[in-house]
């Protein structure tokens, strides 16, 4: 978007009074949308926007300023609004930066420039309705939706280094919804990555529309959920959400740096039981929540935040890292170039354990299988947590047997992690594509597990016993 000549002269006039550093972030993304509902397409989009964010750096203070207009001196006068929050040095562009092109790791289809013909989209929604459609005679309502888009960011910093990522994302989701003698039930399911519309050659919309059509058919049939206190386990891959927000926000290091965290300054200690560790990954090829560098153009990379129980540390975008004497995890992202970066997750999940889903199951007397979740919220400085049960059913006598719904979790996410009793050999990342919302802002990630038994949850319901 912007040559390097220009990239320096705007760091320069950023830093011009002062400064611990300052980059400059430049992003265009162009994207495609389609929605079918009840066999029509109802919408279609396409939309390019485009700009560019200016930061510096002073001490715990940031000044940000963008524009997406493009030109020389709409760009120039955000890089001064930016520089507005040090006056340490008499004006002028006095300093010198030497930019230096940074290889970027290669971690999803980088050679794809353009989207595919309209055709293709609207095929792919069409062949999701009519499996959906077809699974069972009381699906009434399907809607499909799937979005393609390239982004392209362009980031410069005062230390010199200047980077590209080509990011490609797309996503297919399909709802439908079942009646029958007035009762309803619905089921959504998604996936996709960072790579194109051939991902939907192995995992099709006709395997999406049949679990979609599975699941809501099954809620259609499910019993209140029971309330009260009892065993509970999560099904691997999306419940892999249950970790992402009970336990992976209060490790995101702006929390834990201002001590409102439950985990702050407890790196070393034990938080969790002995089966539990916990990665978060930059770098998993084609996975929804990986970048080959974060917003602040750090690699994107594996971290360990707990181990065997054990707290090991927090994920660090570069201002939280250089205040915390810590270094950069690549964990520093953005909505857009209208935002600052915030530390945040990209792929969180919990490697395999020892025990089968078998023994799971059967070890449990009486329990709730929460086998994915529609959605939860978290208070970071609590750890307090509710969740949604999607698909849920209950566990009788070491074995799986009716559905339920209306079913919540409430709990809090330090406890439950200490109360984890078992640990499967299953763990996935979700096929779901999430989003992930903190101060305002939402980004792409991927949330993954194995299945994991908790001895003691707190289930809300409609049926007591």
Known sequence: MLDQDLLNRLLMRALRHGGDFADVFCERRRSYAFRLQDGKIHEGSSAITQGVGIRVVLGESAGYAYSDDLSIDALMRAADAASLVARTLPSGD??????????????????RQSHAPASQYVALLSRADVTARKYDPRITSVNAQITDELQDVWIASSDGRFVHDHRPMVTLGVQAVATSNRERGSGYVGDGGRTSIVFYETSTPETLASDAARIATTNLE?????AGEMEMVVGSGGGGVLLHEAVGHGLESDFNRRGTSLYSGRVGERVASELVTIYDDGDIPDARGSVAVDDEGVPG????????GVLRGYMQDTLNARLMGAQPTGSGRRQSFRFLPQPRM????????TSSVDEIIASTKRGLYAKSFAGGQVEISKGDFVFMVAEGYLIEDGKVTRPVKNATIVGNGPDVMTKVTAVGNDSRLSRGHYTCGKGGQHVPVGVGMPTVKIASVTVGGTQND
């Open 94 to 111: 006095e300093m010198t930066i030497a930019l230096k092109d940074v290889d970027v790791p290669r971690l999803y289809d980088e050679e």
């Open 222 to 226: 499910a019993i209140p959920a029971p």
């Open 301 to 308: 990379q594996h971290k360990v935040l707990v181990e065997n």
């Open 346 to 353: 990209c792929n969180t999940y919990m490697p395999d354990g």
